[in-house]
Every structure is written in structure tokens, then in C-alpha cells.
């Protein structure tokens, strides 16, 4: 059986995994500070651990799930990094800098099966579910390039390649083990995870007792366009997607992000905004706008910028928040999936 990964583990779980193996609870902390805090990459460079826990460990666990493959550097300082599985497959994670500081994004499958038709990761269907210590590593990486510079990631958002909630487990883990003080301690407040919709999961993560943020992606003011733009929408229709919405509204009394993906041509029209105002009037919500990236294998188009303003203008008039999504590392492959699609086809 394949060795768990050490980042795979929750503080509580290192606590009851200290106490199966006859170790004082102290030690959970001390190997969470090694993780977290120090960062080092082999359970040996834990030299405040008895030789035979350090073994005991390596035994157990395998510590790093991330070869670095490639690192891309944009001019506006985003950073993406292909990073290699050890079963060969690769994933992406991107380091973005805003004015309220650095975030970074996570994948959490390798591909996806959802299908969204202006994304990228989807075109290889879904290989397989990432474990929480594949998704935790990503965010130890970005940090320690961060650490170079003596700067620190701030937010995390999981909106990279795969939908989070069809690997629910594993991304609830993520979560608690970056908030944890005794981990990265990255706030809740500043976590975002993005869904396109599975609505049984919306209610779970509306009933997990914390601060999380949540992100849907709506991409269309109907159910129709929505079916033809995301095939989820015909197992989970619009109606059903705003009923949960409603529910975490209620439930958290949080505020919802609705992404919404511009497309010329397709739901990036007048008439789109006024539908979406309509949809969306009085819901404490965010909608963030994304002019979306030319897709090589597909043949979707950028909105033109006078008419994403215009968009907004139209959801300003119905007092639905409005945002239009600033672009990173538009000089690299800033698509989800892009880069990783490009490495399947070297490595084909
Ligand atoms: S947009 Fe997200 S959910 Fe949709 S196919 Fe791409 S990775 Fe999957």
C-alpha cells in the first residue's frame, strides 16, 4: 500500500497518531512546527525528535508529494509552477499578487469530469482526486519561494484545476490543516473555495461551522445557456444551485462571490446582464466578472473591454456588486489548465 503523505495529517490527527504510537502529545506540535514553521523537507532535519520517532516517520509517511517541474514568472509578478505527482501526472498552482497581498491558487484534481466547455482542464476528463497533503504541498511550496523575498501568502483560493466539491473530504482537510495556528494559520476569512454547483455539498459546507468563503460559478443568467455552457446544470438546475445559495446566505450570513465567465458571443450580451441583474437583485452576493481566456481548442472569444464595462453597468442599475476580475500572468498561461494541458502534449 502506497505511504500516506505527512501533510496528508490534520494537528489533531498527528495528536492521535502520536498517541497510537506511544509518543507524548508534544510531539504533534513540534512535527507540525517542522512542517509549517521550518519547512524543511525530510522528517531527518527534525533534530529536536528522537532517532527512533524519525524513523518511526519515515517509515510511515512519505514527506514531499511535489517535484518542482517548471516555475513561469509574468511581469506582474504572478509565479506559476508546474508541479510533478509521483505517479507522473502534473498539476498547477498559480502565486498571484494583489494590493491587499499574496494569494495563492490550489488545484484539487488532476483534470476534471465537469466539463465546463471554456476551460481547459476539463479536455483530458479527470484522472484522479488529489490528497490533502498534495493540495497542503502546494501552498508550502508557493511559501517557501515566498520565503526568498521575506514575504508571506495571505489568502488561498481553491479555484484551480478540478471541482473541489467532488473531492469534498480532502479539501475540508486542506482547509483545517492551512488555518491552523499551529500550521500555516491563514485565515478563514481569507479562503475561498469555488464550486461549479454541486448543490449537496453547498449545504454541507454551509452547515461546517466557519468563515470560509464560498464562490460559485454561475456563468449564465438561465438555466438553458447554463446547460449548454456546464453540463452540471442538467444535474443540478439553476433553481436547485439558488435554493442552496439561499441556504448558505441564511446559514452564514457570509457573502456569496458568483463568477461569472464572459464569453463572446454566448452570454456576454445586454440582454445577459439584465437577466442576471433580475436573477441576482437583493442577494447579498459579489458578482466578479471574467473576461475569459481564449481557449486554443475551442473556439471562444474575449468580450470586448467597452462591453464588460457595459455588463456591469447594466448589474450596477439592479444594485447586484460588481466586480471585473483584474487578469494575471496574462503573458503566461493564466487558463486554468492551460500549462498542464500543454505538458500532457509534450509528455503524449
Ligand atoms: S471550470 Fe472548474 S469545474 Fe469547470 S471544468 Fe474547469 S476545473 Fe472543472
Same mark, same amino acid.
Given at each position: 500500500?502506497?505511504?500516506? +503523505? ?19 502529545? +508534544? ?20 533534530? #529536536? ?151 449537496? #455539498?453547498?449545504?454541507? +459546507? ?114 447586484? #456588486? ?27
Amino acid at each position: 500500500m502506497m505511504k500516506p +503523505f505527512a501533510y496528508d495529517l490534520t494537528f489533531p490527527g498527528w495528536k492521535e497518531w502520536m498517541k497510537e504510537n506511544q509518543q507524548p502529545a +508534544f510531539r504533534a506540535k513540534q512535527v507540525m512546527d517542522w512542517l509549517y514553521v521550518k519547512r524543511v523537507d525530510a522528517f531527518d532535519e527534525m533534530t #529536536n525528535l528522537p532517532k527512533d520517532l524519525r524513523e518511526r516517520l519515515n517509515e510511515t509517511f512519505r514527506l514531499q508529494p511535489l517535484d518542482v517541474l517548471t516555475t513561469q514568472v509574468s511581469s506582474d509578478g504572478t509565479v506559476k509552477f508546474l508541479f510533478g505527482l509521483h505517479d507522473k501526472h502534473a498539476i498547477e498552482t498559480v502565486i498571484m499578487r494583489h494590493q491587499y497581498g499574496i494569494s495563492v491558487c490550489v488545484t484539487t484534481q488532476v483534470g476534471c469530469r465537469v466539463g465546463c466547455t471554456f476551460c481547459a482542464s476539463t479536455l483530458g476528463g479527470l484522472k484522479r482526486n488529489l490528497s490533502a497533503g498534495e493540495i497542503v504541498a502546494q501552498v508550502v511550496q508557493a511559501q517557501k519561494y515566498l520565503d526568498k523575498t521575506d514575504e508571506r501568502v495571505k489568502s488561498v483560493v481553491v479555484m484551480g484545476s478540478g471541482e473541489p466539491f467532488e473531492n469534498y473530504e480532502p479539501t475540508m482537510d486542506f482547509i483545517r490543516i492551512i488555518n491552523d495556528p499551529a500550521g500555516l494559520h491563514i485565515g478563514q476569512r481569507h479562503i475561498t473555495v469555488s464550486t461549479s454547483g454541486v448543490v449537496p #455539498n453547498i449545504y454541507r +459546507f454551509a452547515d461546517e461551522d466557519w468563515q470560509v468563503g464560498l464562490a460559485i460559478s454561475l456563468h449564465s443568467p438561465n438555466t438553458d445557456l447554463r446547460s449548454k455552457l456546464m453540463p452540471i446544470n442538467r444535474r443540478y438546475p439553476l433553481a436547485e444551485l439558488l435554493d442552496a445559495c439561499w441556504y448558505y446566505l441564511e446559514k452564514t450570513g457570509r457573502r456569496l462571490t458568483f463568477e461569472y465567465a464572459l464569453i463572446g458571443g454566448k452570454n456576454d450580451q445586454p440582454e445577459h446582464a439584465h437577466e442576471l441583474g433580475k436573477l441576482l437583485k437583493g442577494m447579498n452576493c459579489l458578482v466578479n466578472l471574467i473576461p475569459v481566456n481564449y481557449v486554443p481548442e475551442r473556439d471562444y472569444t474575449r468580450t470586448p473591454r467597452k462591453q464588460v464595462f457595459e455588463f456591469k453597468r447594466i448589474l450596477d442599475s439592479y444594485r447586484v #456588486n460588481t466586480t471585473i476580475r483584474r487578469e494575471h500572468g496574462h503573458d503566461i498561461d493564466a487558463a486554468c489548465g492551460q500549462l498542464r494541458a500543454k505538458h500532457s502534449n509534450v509528455n503524449a
